[in-house]
């Protein structure tokens, strides 16, 4: 992908964010996309395209805890830069992996490990929750895998609360609000590499 094909791609999609409402869902509506409001955000928190302190190859995830970002790598040196929520103490998980599923709106079930640590939370799903606006995965979900191991359990995904974003929140996952989510999700292909980078003095 050429670096002013992803610009311009990028320039649509705020022009499409823009148009979203600013607030609540659309009463009644069978289209899910439709339903997602543009929460509103720190102008810091917002999106914007960076120099990298260091040469990364282009178009991979690589998430520095410790600043509570995303960035998504671009060629030249330069990356997009996402505010997201993270792991909550104990539960951040640094490593490697690779995108190995994605899914649109999709259903959620607790890990064993959740449901131990907190069943009044967790244990009436054990069968799982469909998808849709209340879901915790949100709009858009990026399964991280690893070879051998396959499905990690962790997810890059959507939310509609903004104010987890920049927080120590999820069980593990790094979140993102549900507008970001599916701009982002599009330009993520089967297979991208994921750098979850470690907190600063773990391990």
Known sequence: MKRRDFVAGMAATQMFLSSLPAVGFAHGAQDYDAMVPT???????????VALEKP???FEIHVEPAQ???YWTLPEGRAMR???GIGRPG???SGEYYIGARKEWPSWTPTP???RRDPGAYARYVDGMPGGPANPLGARALYLFQPRRGDTFLRIHGTSRPETIGRQVSNGCARLTNDQIIAFYDRVPMETRVVLNPLPGAG
Do not use: C, K, Q, S
């Open 39 to 49: 929460p509103e955000l720190p102008p810091g928190y917002l999106p914007r395209e």
């Open 56 to 58: 990364l190859p282009p």
């Open 68 to 70: 509570f970002a995303l």
């Open 82 to 84: 996402y505010t997201v």
């Open 91 to 93: 539960l951040y998980h």
């Open 113 to 115: 490990a959740m449901i």
